[in-house]
């Protein structure tokens, strides 16, 4: 048994490939169906005119048929100009031949109403050559029905069957038409609309997927060039800080074998052990170094910075209580960010520290920590009122491994090394001012 819901949309699709556009699909679809609603629409007139007894109409509804099964065979072969032209002088034709046959009584030449409708229905707007020609065509046309209408005189002067009058008959199918037309319209815009919407949709999601590609490619890069520095950091020890005092070991011990018995052996026995302990310090230096990078596997958690500063307090208390030195805090209590509790810790404790060693001879170091925090970012000051850093001599080597600031400066000069290397690891940015003799600001940025 046939299906005659799958037999419709088999003839509705006919033409449709996904090569064309889905508007365009939609409004070959709609042409089909009206091919299918025209073919419905005017098969009960072979009945109608054959009671009657007029032939020449029977011929007029069956040439109609003929242009519309042709309209969807063109169609199927995807001649779509050839069908779009057959479809409005198919319709014409047959309006004319009607019209002339039964007379204008009967209506029939109501549905040059719906003519323009169907040119810009199944014409696109940007093809205007062909848009002119169908409109000439169907101008034409109507010239001729209305000579028609006015010089001859109809062969049959029909427009009742029974108590049906033949003229509302039309009006109404008319009326049906143009309706269709309209829905389709109304429905074709929408599909542009939602259309519209999902590329819009697709955009912005290519373009969020494009914009976060872009920042991983950048913080790929900027992990590579943390590592590619760290590596030359990791190079210079080798190369440099190592070798240095091995040379001085291994010179010194030929010394010791040139001169076995000699009174001086003493003398180069206590520089091999300084040699020695100098490269000890270089390897725990080495070892602090890498152990930093395993911070990283620690998990994020939220951290309030009064906490922190004061663990660190905790952790410099013989230091701080030795110097005088203070803490000042400068920020809301409940000021929090989202980091690893051990690597902010070791920032806060190295910049600390490095304001206790920097500080005058006779002042009490102060530390002022301000901090503040935007939908973007967390800043942190660390400023102190020490000695303060030469930046036109110094700048460049701020936080370079193995290099202090002056003779007279504690440390080995891995302090603010590590401090740049845990604020990077971070994904956050470390500079400095400072005023001789004024002290020093240590600026942090944090991405929230």
């Known amino acids: ?21 889905f508007e365009k699909q939609y409004r070959l679809k709609s042409m089909n169906l009206l091919c299918v609603i025209g073919i419905l629409i005017i098969s009960p007139y072979y009945f109608i005119f054959s009671m009657a007894g007029l032939w020449y109409p029977v011929i007029v509804v069956f040439l109609f048929h003929l242009s519309f099964f042709a309209v969807i065979f063109l169609n199927y072969h995807k001649s779509y100009t050839a069908g779009n032209y057959l479809l409005i002088l198919g319709t014409n034709m047959g309006i004319l031949g009607m019209s002339y046959f ?42 001729i029905v209305f000579l028609v209408k006015t010089y001859s005189v109809a062969p049959y002067s029909w427009n009742q069957v029974g108590s049906l009058d033949i003229y509302y008959l039309n009006m109404s199918f008319n009326l049906f038409l143009i309706f269709l037309l309209f829905y389709n319209y109304t429905k074709y815009y929408q599909l542009l609309t939602d259309s519209l919407v999902q590329k819009q949709e697709k955009l912005e999601e290519e373009v969020i997927k494009r914009i976060k590609s872009e920042e991983y490619t950048g913080k790929l890069f900027k992990d590579l060039s943390i590592s590619y520095k760290n590596l030359e950091q990791f190079s210079y020890i080798v190369s440099h800080n190592i070798r240095s005092p091995l040379s001085n070991i291994k010179g010194f011990v030929s010394l010791y074998e040139a001169n076995e018995r000699s009174v001086q052996n003493d003398h180069v026995i206590e520089n091999i052990r300084e040699s020695a302990e100098h490269l000890d310090e270089i390897i725990m230096d080495l070892n602090v170094l890498l152990s930093a990078k395993n911070l990283l596997l620690e998990n994020k958690r939220v951290i309030h910075l009064s906490d922190a500063i004061k663990n660190v307090g905790i952790s410099l208390a013989a230091e701080m209580q030795h110097s005088g030195a203070i803490i000042k805090e400068e920020f809301e209590r409940d000021l929090n960010l989202v980091t690893i509790k051990t690597i902010l810790h070791s920032i806060l404790f190295n910049l600390f520290q490095n304001s206790i060693r920097h500080s005058k001879p006779d002042v009490y170091p102060e530390i002022i920590v301000t901090a503040s925090k935007t939908k973007e970012y967390t800043e942190i000051r660390v400023s102190d009122n020490g000695i303060g850093i030469d930046l036109e001599k110094y700048n460049d080597r701020v ?3 193995y290099h202090t600031f002056g003779d007279k400066t504690e440390g080995r000069g891995i302090g603010l090394f590590l401090v740049r290397s845990n604020v990077e690891m971070l994904g956050g940015h470390i500079s400095v001012e400072s005023t001789m003799n004024e002290g020093t600001t240590f600026i942090i940025q944090f991405k929230n």
Do not use: C, R
Not at 1 to 21: D, S, Y
């Open 399 to 401: 936080f370079m491994l």
């Open 1 to 21: 048994m046939w299906n005659l819901k799958k037999i419709v949309a088999e003839i509705t699709h006919a033409g449709v490939t996904e090569a064309i556009a």
């Open 102 to 143: 039964i007379g204008f009584d009967s209506g029939f030449h109501l549905y040059f109403l719906t003519g323009p409708l169907f040119i810009f229905w199944i014409f696109d707007l940007d093809q205007k050559k062909l848009i002119a020609y169908a409109i000439a065509l169907e101008l034409f046309f109507v010239a």
